[in-house]
T-cell receptor, first 113, second 113 residues
Framework: DAGVTQSPTHLIKTRGQQVTLRCSPKSGHDTVSWYQQALGQGPQFIFQYYEEEERQRGNFPDRFSGHQFPNYSSELNVNALLLGDSALYLC????????????FGPGTRLTVT | QKEVEQNSGPLSVPEGAIASLNCTYS??????FFWYRQYSGKSPELIMS????GDKEDGRFTAQLNKASQYVSLLIRDSQPSDSATYLC?????????????FGKGTKLSVKP
């Protein structure tokens, strides 16, 4: 049973650049949520996608955007990177009617220099 | 501002002892409660979910929920060195979807051989 996968594992970008992170949900799951985890903090909710639409959004600026594809995989895009965007970006998958029961992928470590 | 509070620790227990981890939450309408385990450098792993008042047991883990006191706890019996990790408490958010999980900062547990 394939779990949640994310790519890339690590990424180093420069301030002002743009980045795209990718996620494939667990088999049988159709909902994808994205979180940002800064060092020493708990994950913070960015947004959730279901049926290729953004269902809910946390308190993140419009520089953070996403997309979900027909096969349920998802992308997180961040524009105009800031040093403060350096964090572990986590994708979590779930089922539509149990979207609160979320399983995380291994994450992408983003470093902005 | 909906919040989840945890003692940051570190909580140190000897091998074989019971580890007790606590969490309080501010939003009375929260319905779903979760404990995640996160090893250093890894992503969070869902270990327990609880939805109604009382105790829920799964192997060496017991989750306890008291909605009147807005309190949820995790007991780990017969603690092992492999249980050494950060434990994150999460509650579902508010809105059209329950999928917005709000996390505490986590409690670091150290089990000494």
């Amino acid at each position: 049973d394939a779990g949640v996968t994310q790519s890339p594992t690590h990424l180093i970008k420069t301030r002002g650049q743009q980045v795209t992170l990718r996620c494939s949900p667990k088999s049988g799951h159709d909902t994808v949520s994205w979180y940002q985890q800064a060092l020493g903090q708990g994950p913070q909710f960015i947004f959730q996608y279901y049926e290729e639409e953004e269902r809910q959004r946390g308190n993140f600026p419009d520089r953070f955007s996403g997309h979900q594809f027909p096969n349920y995989s998802s992308e997180l895009n961040v524009n105009a990177l800031l040093l403060g965007d350096s964090a572990l970006y986590l994708c979590a998958s779930s089922q539509k009617y149990r979207d609160y029961e979320q399983y995380f992928g291994p994450g992408t470590r983003l470093t902005v220099t | 501002q909906k919040e989840v509070e945890q003692n940051s620790g570190p909580l140190s227990v000897p091998e074989g002892a019971i580890a007790s981890l606590n969490c309080t939450y501010s939003d009375r309408v929260s319905q779903s409660f979760f404990w995640y385990r996160q090893y250093s450098g890894k992503s969070p792993e869902l270990i327990m979910s609880i939805y109604s008042n009382g105790d829920k047991e799964d192997g060496r883990f017991t989750a306890q929920l008291n909605k009147a006191s807005q309190y949820v706890s995790l007991l780990i019996r017969d603690s092992q060195p492999s249980d050494s990790a950060t434990y994150l408490c999460a509650v579902n958010g508010y809105g059209g979807s329950q999928g917005n999980l709000i996390f505490g900062k986590g409690t670091k547990l150290s089990v000494k051989p």
